[in-house]
């Protein structure tokens, strides 16, 4: 009987985003530092069958630091290209913001969507309101959410 209650079987019911916790971690892998913020709320929804589609935006920096962390100036411009993404996309999705990652040379903010959104009028909505930068998109199914599970603590 515990299928009853398994993640997979249960009404998928989002928190709001107020609600979420969030964790910081930094890192250093082969002389990269990498920048991990991990909604530790959506752990609680890793793998439900409703969350198949991973949802990916890489944002290359305009002045990539290599090895390093996005300088201050621009750093501030990818935060409000983040927080324009993670407006639009629930407008456009059922899904849930797991992670942002962050490189000298890139952000990439990592979503788990239901299917049959239109992810490529997503796309062209929010390069249409970014001029800043280069926002790319990508949409995979990762039904085991092996992405988050890699960066989650204890996932």
Not at 14 to 23: A, K, N
């Amino acid at each position: 009987m515990a299928w009853l209650w398994s993640k997979k079987s249960r009404k998928l019911e989002l928190p709001p985003e107020e609600e979420q916790r969030w964790s910081v971690a930094q890192a250093e892998h082969d002389g990269v530092v990498l920048v991990v913020r991990c909604n530790e709320t959506a752990g609680e929804w890793a793998g439900h069958a409703e969350l198949p589609v991973k949802l990916g935006f890489a944002i290359p920096l305009n002045r990539p630091n290599p090895g390093g962390l996005p300088n201050p100036a621009e750093n501030a411009e990818l935060g409000e290209v983040e927080d324009l993404i993670a407006r639009l996309v629930p407008a456009a999705a059922v899904g849930v913001h797991a992670l942002t990652l962050t490189t000298g040379e890139t952000k990439e903010l990592v979503f788990y969507i239901a299917p049959g959104a239109d992810i490529a009028k997503l796309h062209d909505d929010i390069r249409e309101q970014v001029a800043s930068h280069d926002v790319q998109c990508l949409a995979v199914e990762d039904r085991k959410w092996r992405t988050y599970r890699a960066f989650a603590p204890g996932a």
